[in-house]
């Protein structure tokens, strides 16, 4: 390219004879459209903002229910900065992908337990049982049984199948699927949130608690801490002061200790 073209090229953003792309502009009123439309669909009213540009004009989309959880969502499977940081794909497509990306919908489930929603709105499997038969709710009880033994024993998720068969070989009727390692993940999620609410109620009963936490190594050498929590029930008919597991977290430093992660 000689220098004169490319004095040109420089000078009107494309090659001497070949006219330039043009930004795209994105509007505030168009934005605010989309909100709008998509609020049934997405809920966008609750996540999807913009970083103005100008008075009229916008120059990137934001989500700002990822943005509050970004810490809990870096190990999300294909986690992207782009809608923490700003998008700059001003299409409606940009932002009706990145609603069905499962970091958002991740970030969306955290941000409903935050506001006490009820989890029959968020979790498919927690609205199956809630509308389930009563045949088919024993079914679904005897596969949350197999998952809590396999937890239990600390045994592979993936033995699930092959317990489920083994169920099934000595005249159990368990159904059709939630019969893999996927569907075993999915119980203990929700076996260990039921058991937490129990205890987070009791634990609003009782006089006292006091938290105990104590550090250990996994096999990759990284440190957890424990957290146990002390309490006695007022309820309790014998007496004892109860000594509960509560949560396991991980802190940024092996020196600090983050007990407000531990909620």
């Not at 989890?119 to 038969?133: F, N, Q, R, V």
């Not at 396999?150 to 592979?156: D, N, Q, V, Y």
């Not at 977290?249 to 200790?257: A, F, G, M, S, T």
Request: glycine share 6%.
């Amino acid at each position: 390219m000689s220098g004169k073209r490319m004095a040109d090229s420089d000078a009107d953003g494309g090659i001497e004879g070949i006219p330039a792309k043009k930004a795209r502009n994105l509007s505030i009123h168009t934005v605010q459209k989309w909100i709008t439309e998509n609020e049934k669909e997405l809920a966008t009213t609750t996540w999807l903002s913009y970083e103005p540009l100008g008075r009229d004009n916008v120059a990137a989309l934001k989500c700002t229910i990822c943005a509050l959880y970004e810490e809990k969502l870096i190990s999300t499977r294909n986690f992207n900065r782009a809608f923490i940081d700003g998008c700059t794909n001003l299409r409606s497509s940009a932002f009706k992908e990145h609603a069905s990306s499962s970091m958002h919908q991740k970030a969306m489930v955290l941000y409903k337990k935050s506001k006490c929603v009820p989890i029959t709105e968020y979790a498919p499997i927690a609205k199956a049982l809630s509308t389930l038969d009563a045949s088919t709710e024993v079914r679904v009880t005897r596969k949350f049984e197999i998952a809590y033994a396999i937890c239990k024993e600390g045994f592979a998720f993936t033995k699930m199948s092959a317990l489920c068969e083994l169920q099934e070989k000595h005249g159990v009727d368990l159904g059709s699927g939630y019969k893999n390692n996927i569907a075993c993940t999915e119980f203990v999620h929700y076996i260990g949130m039921g058991l937490r609410m129990e205890l987070v109620a009791k634990l609003a009963k009782a006089k006292f608690f006091s938290i105990q936490a104590d550090g250990s190594t996994d096999a990759g050498r990284i440190d957890d801490e424990l957290f146990l929590v002390l309490f006695l029930d007022p309820h309790s008919e014998d007496g004892v002061v109860h000594d509960k597991f509560l949560t396991v977290r991980r802190p940024k430093h092996c020196n600090q200790l983050l007990c407000r992660g531990a909620r």
